[in-house]
């Protein structure tokens, strides 16, 4: 298995990192949790569009996480054998619909794709599984408070985020997605053995989230997401707080990043 960190930022581009996007790959097939700009550049430019990517985990609808999904899609049908085109977007269910008049908009309507366009809107709980890989979600709390302020306003929107665990190879691997300042349920994502937490590291505070996950069944850590003041001389300050609270390996994570399994 090889997880490749392609976007490492947090809401903003930055000289040195894009928007989030990470890459697994394992045997014949890979997996895109969330799907920032410019994905399909990076994936392009590595040389990374095989295996064919089975399915994209979208952890919310912030524009940093998926704001390279449409140019994703339509790179996705240009790629590959006829056979190999059969592409499932899990992403909260507030979004399918959305989602699907966008794709029609730029005359990406998922009917009309030469090949198989899903889109699977998630809920807590087992949300894909194939040969290859079985993965759950667990909601996160991200947003919350954006969702209420919205669903106030009148919009449709709910709030929708998640985390999600992937089992694959017979090891589990977390993504925390985006995370409330409070973190509460990273005790039930990581309730049993992980052999890897891709954690973010810019809507929490290292100093309580860092002993939090210290305890925890975890064998690696990433951070990823990265928030400005943990970037350029900022890096060293976010190392040494990790080596202070942490008993297992840890690397800050940067784009084109491989983390092999």
Request: net charge negative.
């Amino acid at each position: 298995m090889l997880l490749t960190t392609l976007g490492t930022s947090h809401g903003n581009h930055t000289p040195t990192r894009n928007n989030s996007a990470t890459l697994i790959q394992t045997g014949g097939a890979a997996y895109l949790v969330d799907c920032g700009e410019p994905v399909a550049a990076s994936l392009e430019r590595s040389g990374k569009w095989r295996p064919p990517i089975r399915a994209v985990f979208v952890t919310h609808m912030h524009a940093d996480h998926i704001g390279g999904l449409s140019e994703f899609t339509n790179m996705y049908f240009k790629r590959g054998a006829q056979a190999e085109r059969n592409l499932t977007l899990c992403l909260p269910e507030e979004a399918v619909t959305p989602l699907r008049i966008w794709l029609t908009a730029i005359y990406q309507a998922p009917e009309l794709r030469p090949g198989v366009l899903q889109l699977q809107g998630v809920k807590p709980g087992l949300c894909f599984e194939d040969e290859h890989l079985r993965a759950s979600a667990h909601p996160s709390g991200h947003l919350a408070s954006q969702g209420a302020a919205y669903q106030a306003a009148g919009y449709p929107n709910r709030g929708e985020s998640f985390s999600y665990l992937l089992e694959l190879e017979g090891k589990r691997v977390a993504f925390t997605g985006d995370l409330p300042p409070t973190f509460d349920h990273l005790g039930e994502l990581l309730a049993e053995p992980v052999a890897l937490l891709v954690m973010e590291m810019t809507h929490i505070q290292p100093e309580r989230a860092l002993p939090f996950i210290a305890d925890k069944p975890v064998d690696r850590l990433v951070l990823s997401h990265i928030h400005d003041p943990w970037h350029g001389p900022g890096e060293d300050r976010l190392r040494d707080l990790c080596s202070q609270y942490l008993p297992y390996p840890f690397v800050i994570a940067y784009d084109g990043m491989e983390v092999e399994l």
